[in-house]
């Protein structure tokens, strides 16, 4: 079975410019989690769907961050413009409901120059 | 505020050398904790949900315990390939179902 799936993997971009991180969750789970992981900061949410409608953003830096789940198998996390500060290791996660355990993806390691 | 703290910060084991890792938390109640271990450059691997005080799962080498206030994830005979980070995660009783990550334990064990 295909796990979470998540691309590009890598990112380098510019301060400035918009950068798109994509996934798509394990087939049937309902709710999709967005994580940013730093030395710093360890492991933060940013936000989570569950049936494809936002729960909790709470974890969102500020207005440049926006994420999107048009349809059970996909989610968009946006960054608009990016900065460097922004540069960190995100990663999606799926699970069968809201209280199960999450599975995370590969992650995207992206580096804002 | 809730929280999940994780000690020691780092480890290093001999081979064979058994050992614990705690993870101790406060939130306004616990739906549930998550321990997760993860490789370098790689995402979490889910290892065991526990939900409710006294509750105790096993996986291979690993087992995971949890009480009130902490939870306790002991590697017996540990392995060189057993080294990893270990990450806890816990979801409160109240609010929206998001997770609340520590900050890790860095496993090494030496052969």
């Not at chain 1, 890598?10 to 087939?27: A, D, F, N, W, Y």
């Not at chain 1, 207005?63 to 922004?86: C, G, H, V, W, Y």
Request: glycine share 8%; charged share 25%; hydrophobic share 35%.
């Amino acid at each position: 079975d295909a796990g979470v799936i998540q691309s590009p993997r890598h990112e380098v971009t510019e301060m400035g410019q918009e950068v798109t991180l994509r996934c798509k969750p394990i087939s049937g789970h309902n709710s999709l989690f967005w994580y940013r992981q730093t030395m710093m900061r360890g492991l933060e949410l940013l936000i989570y769907f569950n049936n494809n409608v936002p729960i909790d953003d709470s974890g969102m830096p500020e207005d440049r961050f926006s994420a999107k789940m048009p349809n059970a198998s996909f989610s968009t996390l946006k960054i608009q413009p990016s900065e460097p500060r922004d540069s960190a290791v995100y990663f999606c996660a799926s699970s069968l409901a809201q209280d199960r355990a999450a599975f995370f993806g590969p992650g995207t390691r992206l580096t804002v120059l | 505020e809730d929280q999940v703290t994780q000690s020691p910060e780092a480890l290093r084991l001999q081979e064979g050398e058994s050992s614990s890792l705690n993870c101790s938390y406060t939130v306004s109640g616990l739906r549930g904790l998550f321990w997760y271990r993860q490789d370098p450059g790689k995402g979490p691997e889910f290892l065991f949900t526990l939900y409710s005080a006294g509750e105790e799962k096993e996986k291979e080498r690993l087992k995971a315990t949890l009480t009130k206030k902490e939870s306790f994830l002991h590697i017996t005979a540990p392995k060189p390939e057993d080294s990893a980070t270990y990450l806890c995660a816990v979801q409160a009783g109240s609010g929206t179902y998001k997770y609340i990550f520590g900050t890790g334990t860095r496993l090494k064990v030496l052969a």
